[in-house]
């Protein structure tokens, strides 16, 4: 069932013990990160109303979510005080118990606190400690463990407030995230309108990363592996990513000899999230749809080179990393300075192999 934005009534219509609105984050791949916490507070409160306060793009991830009641979305346009004054006045109305602020930022603290809603919970930064009945110090693994945790330290700090229990910091974490099967069979439907053998594997290529030059894997490697996935698996490839990356994906059809599909911002992230539950692989670099495919069900490879793995890597079984070892990796950097080492030492031959035993593994799986 498709998520609408919810008004006041239909929110205070719910069964519900306690009236929760969690703030969301920014990021696809932050998002993606944030759904073991989404799906544990859904547990410790099984009976309370569960409200996300996203950005709209948000939406088309969430709308099948099995773990959240109501979507309410929001744009930011204009002054940032203006922001917060409307978003403040929409949570108001809801009357809502608790506010829980996944985000760092000073503006999502002023909001719930604006909206004038009696516990809201969020780590200590920005500035903000005032404006927080629950303010939470950052632990100090925040830079050593995977972000995932960082989320879930929240919500076992909620269940140890309310509660009085500690279950979540024991709990088997679950990241997937569910895509409806209409969805899914309009995404079958589109990808063979849009020339795709569906009695083939399906692979696609997420050449792109609008954040960051430096994560990004030549083009003609990605263009080479294309060539070798089509000639020597007999499947089908697709690029996919956003219309900022569409500019990275001409250039990876340009140099391909056997040419792929280009879907790369042809599709909406909704539509994109359902092609990628219903593809059997995506090689990526590190990015949002390479946190988004794994979480619903797809065997991902995503390429590492500047960015942390141990931080922010997909947190899935479905998921693959690929890098090489070298020492000033990771920089964090969004230009590499020198030679690209990290990315330049990653072969295309590295790729193939890894992906080619993993999908053999999976159909065997199968």
């Known amino acids: 069932m498709g998520r609408k934005e919810p008004t006041a009534t239909c929110l205070l219509l719910l069964p519900t013990e306690m009236n929760i609105v969690v703030r969301g984050t920014n990021w696809i791949g932050d998002a993606i990160m944030t759904i073991p916490a989404l799906r544990e507070l859904r547990r410790i409160f099984p009976d309370a109303g569960i409200v996300l306060h996203t950005r709209s793009w948000a939406e088309s991830i969430f709308r099948d979510a099995v773990f959240i009641d109501e979507i309410v979305t929001f744009e930011k346009a204009g002054s940032p005080f203006k922001n917060v004054s409307v978003q403040s006045r929409v949570l108001s109305e809801f009357g809502f118990d608790l506010a829980v602020l996944l985000p760092n930022s000073f503006e999502s603290a002023l909001t719930a606190s604006l909206a004038r809603i009696p516990r809201r919970i969020g780590y200590n930064k920005d500035l903000r400690g005032l404006l927080l009945t629950d303010p939470l110090p950052v632990p100090e693994w925040k830079e050593k463990r995977h972000e995932v945790y960082y989320y879930i330290n929240l919500i076992a700090e909620i269940e140890k407030r309310f509660l009085g229990t500690d279950s979540v910091l024991h709990s088997e974490l679950d990241s997937r995230l569910e895509i409806s099967e209409e969805r899914k069979a309009n995404a079958r439907k589109m990808l063979s309108?849009?020339?795709?053998?569906?009695?083939?594997?399906?692979?696609?290529?997420?050449?792109?990363?609008?954040?960051?030059?430096?994560?990004?894997?030549?083009?003609?490697?990605?263009?080479?592996?294309?060539?070798?996935?089509?000639?020597?698996?007999?499947?089908?490839?697709?690029?996919?990513?956003?219309?900022?990356?569409?500019?990275?994906?001409?250039?990876?059809?340009?140099?391909?000899?056997?040419?792929?599909?280009?879907?790369?911002?042809?599709?909406?992230?909704?539509?994109?999230?359902?092609?990628?539950?219903?593809?059997?692989?995506?090689?990526?670099?590190?990015?949002?749809?390479?946190?988004?495919?794994?979480?619903?069900?797809?065997?991902?490879?995503?390429?590492?080179?500047?960015?942390?793995?141990?931080?922010?890597?997909?947190?899935?079984?479905?998921?693959?990393?690929?890098?090489?070892?070298?020492?000033?990796?990771?920089?964090?950097?969004?230009?590499?300075?020198?030679?690209?080492?990290?990315?330049?030492?990653?072969?295309?031959?590295?790729?193939?192999?890894?992906?080619?035993?993993?999908?053999?593994?999976?159909?065997?799986?199968?």
């Open 193 to 366: 309108e849009a020339g795709v053998d569906t009695s083939r594997k399906t692979i696609a290529l997420g050449v792109g990363s609008a954040n960051s030059r430096a994560k990004r894997w030549g083009t003609e490697n990605y263009a080479a592996l294309n060539d070798r996935f089509q000639a020597e698996l007999d499947a089908n490839v697709v690029l996919i990513g956003s219309k900022d990356e569409a500019d990275v994906s001409n250039e990876v059809f340009e140099f391909a000899r056997i040419k792929p599909i280009i879907l790369t911002g042809k599709t909406d992230m909704a539509e994109a999230a359902a092609i990628l539950s219903v593809i059997d692989m995506l090689v990526a670099n590190d990015m949002g749809l390479a946190h988004l495919a794994p979480a619903v069900g797809t065997q991902t490879a995503v390429i590492f080179g500047p960015t942390n793995p141990v931080t922010t890597r997909p947190f899935s079984a479905n998921a693959t990393v690929i890098r090489k070892d070298v020492e000033c990796s990771p920089c964090m950097l969004r230009d590499c300075p020198i030679d690209h080492r990290c990315m330049t030492r990653i072969s295309v031959a590295d790729v193939f192999n890894i992906c080619e035993e993993t999908l053999a593994v999976d159909q065997n799986e199968k």
